[in-house]
């Protein structure tokens, strides 16, 4: 077993409240135990972050060839001229 080091933390009503049902519903024995599981969760979820950025975004990123980049004048210029035609056909249909 991990030794534990104490430390003092001061948390907003609602949190206090949060954390006092949750001992009161024995779902934990006491303050430390639910703050504990609070970081655990926290822990996992920069985990799932940091693998989601690295698996995913990185070679996103590293795959991004900028030569092909439309300008934006360009992407505004199609899709104005798809919403124009979209617009004449639901005016005058075929």
Request: charge should be negative.
């Amino acid at each position: 077993m991990r030794p534990n080091r104490s430390i003092t933390i001061s948390l907003p009503e609602d949190m206090v409240e949060l954390v006092e049902k949750k001992i009161a519903s024995g779902e934990f024995a006491n303050e430390s135990e639910v703050v504990a599981q609070g970081l655990r969760y926290l822990a996992d979820n920069d985990a799932e972050i940091e693998q989601w950025l690295r698996d995913e975004v990185v070679p996103t990123v590293a795959a991004h060839d900028p030569s092909k980049a439309i300008p934006l004048d360009e992407v505004r210029r199609r899709i104005n001229a798809h919403m124009d035609a979209r617009d004449k056909e639901a005016r005058f249909p075929e």
